[in-house]
Structure formats: structure tokens, C-alpha cells
């Protein structure tokens, strides 16, 4: 009996951080709202057969209706956006572009300091096997 696996299929991943951190931030900027329209009266009439006779009943049905109601901050909102979206990203790259000018020069100068000391440092290892392949008459010119 064959054996088959069946995968589910992948599906990407939404990232939904971002949405998620951006919609609390702007939330105390949109406040939702339910108020009660006016109270109608629907008025139903409908025949009914009772013995013979027909009779008309009316029948009466207060309806009350809810409106969703929205008010937006919309200053409050446009500058928290372009905070979050336009300045806080390009504060971010000035800061690490000045970082990255003053830290480049200090790290050459850590990576060049560290090269010299490994190349002016020797193990013997490494002398013990220079002296054998030079005793093996291979030559290792430029070096003492």
C-alpha cells in the first residue's frame, strides 16, 4: 500500500505587527459610538379566520435602531502618522549614519591593531614546521 503525505498548502504569512502596533497608537484618535435613532412604531395588520368570521388584528411593534457613529481627530491623526511613518524612520537612519561615520574609523583601526599583533606573533608551530620544510630544502623566502 503506497504511503502518500499530503501537505497542507503554504500560504504566506501576513506580518501583522506593524498594523497591529500602528492601530494602538492612533486608537486614542477614533472613538466609535452607538446612539439610538428615534424610536419608530411599525404598525402590522394582518386577517385572521376564527370560526367563520374574519377579524383584523393590528398589531403594534416598537422598533429602536442603533447608529454606529465615528469621530476621527483628524490633526491629531495626520501628525501621529507622519510621526510614525515619515520622521521617526528618517530620525533613525540620520542617527545610524552618524554612528556609522564616527564607529568605521575607530573599528579600522581595532581590525588593523589586531592584524599586526597576529602577524608579528608567531607559534611554535608554526616555526617547527617552517624549519622542516626548509630542512626539506623547499624554500620559505620572506620569511625568518
Known amino acids: 500500500m503506497p504511503h502518500h503525505k499530503h501537505a497542507a498548502p503554504q500560504l504566506p504569512v501576513p506580518e501583522m505587527r506593524f498594523e497591529q502596533k ?6 486614542p484618535y477614533i472613538q466609535t459610538s452607538w446612539r439610538p ?17 374574519y377579524e383584523k388584528l393590528e398589531l403594534k411593534e416598537k422598533r429602536r435602531e442603533l447608529v454606529k457613529e465615528t469621530r476621527i481627530q ?12 515619515v520622521i521617526s524612520p528618517m530620525l ?16 579600522q583601526g581595532v581590525q588593523s591593531g589586531v592584524k599586526t599583533r597576529v602577524s608579528k606573533a608567531e607559534g611554535s608551530f ?12 623547499v624554500s620559505t623566502a620572506g620569511h625568518a
Request: net charge negative.
Open 22 to 27: 500602528y492601530m494602538s497608537s492612533i486608537a
Open 37 to 53: 435613532v428615534a424610536e419608530q412604531e411599525a404598525s402590522l395588520s394582518e386577517e385572521e379566520h376564527l370560526g367563520g368570521t
Open 74 to 85: 483628524w490633526g491629531h491623526l495626520v501628525l501621529k502618522t507622519t510621526f510614525d511613518q
Open 92 to 107: 533613525q537612519g540620520l542617527v545610524l549614519a552618524v554612528l556609522g561615520h564616527w564607529i568605521t574609523p575607530v573599528l
Open 126 to 137: 608554526s616555526k617547527g614546521l617552517r624549519s622542516f620544510v626548509s630542512g626539506l630544502g
